[in-house]
């Protein structure tokens, strides 16, 4: 027999995510190994889950660290995964990692980000792009979004930059709606509301020779000179805390011969 309980909400949100991967309830409940009429029931508050059902049914939604807490708390359970801050005891390790990892890259340019993000860390060629702009956006907590596309920050800088804003724009937006981060999207309404610089001051002109790039390059100014990026994201696999797991580590593959050749030239 169904036990009938008041709705706690974690059933609305189920839904709720469940609709946002745009899933029927019998092909939720055919990969959670359940049934479509106890999916309704959950969803509709007349059956209450249990914590396992839960995490069993955020795990097949693809549903984020911090919301699978939430979904948690709204069933009436303790939250499962911590929330340490980064310079935390028990995250020397992650933070050592970083490091090496971050140095072992140079000459190349490399970050880590959160969530929002907020650089939590960067290497010195990093450092090397962002010579010269204002202290009011490189002051702590520095966010790479903003200094990308501010018109006092990189803005200027970027020969493509309407190509890249709009590469930038559209992978905020799919994480907007994957996960539910009220700062992230502060963050892109401040973003999208810079004013965009002219093509010329922006360097949107075509260049005469375009190098055969492989993806979508960076193509920024520096000391005279153009430097191509393409950018890989990475994330850790499996993560058991939140800050964990919104860490996101963005690397700079130089994208022609020249740029290898003159960031190489730098660290001689």
């Known amino acids: ?23 029927s309830q019998l092909e939720l409940a055919l990969r959670a190994d359940s049934s479509a009429r106890h999916i309704s029931f959950v969803e509709t508050g007349r059956s209450r889950p249990s914590e396992e059902m839960i995490l069993r049914l955020a ?9 699978r807490n939430a979904l948690l708390l709204a069933g009436g359970y303790a939250p499962r995964y911590t929330e340490s801050p ?35 860390a960067a290497n010195r060629a990093i450092g090397l792009l ?29 020969r493509n930059f309407r190509e890249w804003r709009g590469h930038l ?17 502060a963050v892109y309404e401040e973003v999208t509301a810079y004013p965009l610089p002219e093509p010329a001051e922006a360097g949107d002109a075509e260049d005469p020779e375009p190098y055969p790039y492989f993806a979508l390059p960076l193509r920024i100014e520096h000391d ?32 022609d011969p020249a740029t290898v050749e003159y960031l190489r030239s730098l660290s001689g």
Do not use: K
């Open 1 to 23: 027999m169904t036990t009938v309980v008041s709705d706690t909400g974690v059933g609305a949100l189920l839904r709720d995510w469940r609709e946002r991967r745009r899933l």
């Open 59 to 67: 795990e097949h939604l693809d549903v984020p660290v911090r919301d």
């Open 86 to 120: 980064l310079d935390a005891p028990e995250l020397e390790t992650l933070r050592e990692g970083i490091a090496r990892l971050l140095r072992g890259y140079e000459p190349y340019p490399a970050l880590v980000v959160d969530g929002s993000y907020t650089v939590v």
């Open 130 to 158: 962002l010579d010269g702009l204002p202290e009011h956006l490189l002051a702590p907590p520095m966010n790479a979004m903003r200094v990308t596309l501010h018109p006092e920050g990189l803005a200027p800088r970027i």
């Open 169 to 185: 724009l559209a992978q905020m937006e799919r994480q907007i709606a994957f996960a539910r981060s009220e700062a992230l999207r």
């Open 224 to 255: 005279g000179r153009v430097l191509s990026f393409v950018s890989s994201i990475s994330t850790f696999n499996t993560p058991m805390d939140v800050t964990v797991a919104e860490l996101a580590i963005e690397t700079m593959l130089p994208a």
